[in-house]
Nanobody, 115 residues
């Protein structure tokens, strides 16, 4: 199983980025997907999730700014991040969760929001 996240980088406050995570080795369409992040010196936190049926959930800190989506035919989950703030700086990880509770994690991609 491999989850390959990409799309991170340096962006100014107020800017946008789109993260992508391509999955292989799993039946993507039957896995709930999520994005998590870990800022320096802090615990990893949940950012957003999307179920197999397309229902979404967001951390309060990103509601209205971030949008999670999935493209099952491409085995890819996305995180559109708008109105970025310095406190969004973190390593962002994608994860897949099966109906039996098995979780898979990818390597992270660094997002830095700074002027």
């Amino acid at each position: 199983v491999q989850l390959q996240a990409y799309g991170g980088g340096l962006v100014q406050p107020g800017g946008s980025l789109r993260l992508s995570c391509a999955a292989s080795g799993i039946i993507f369409s039957i896995h709930d997907m999520g994005w998590h992040r870990q800022a320096p010196g802090k615990q990893r936190e949940l950012v957003a999730t999307i179920t197999t049926g397309g229902s979404t959930n967001y951390a309060d800190s990103v509601k209205g700014r971030f949008t999670i989506s999935r493209h099952n035919a491409k085995n890819t989950v996305y995180l559109q991040m708008n109105s970025l703030k310095p406190e969004d700086t973190a390593v962002y990880y994608c994860a897949a969760k099966s109906s039996t509770g098995v979780e898979y994690w990818g390597q992270g991609t660094l997002v830095t929001v700074s002027s």
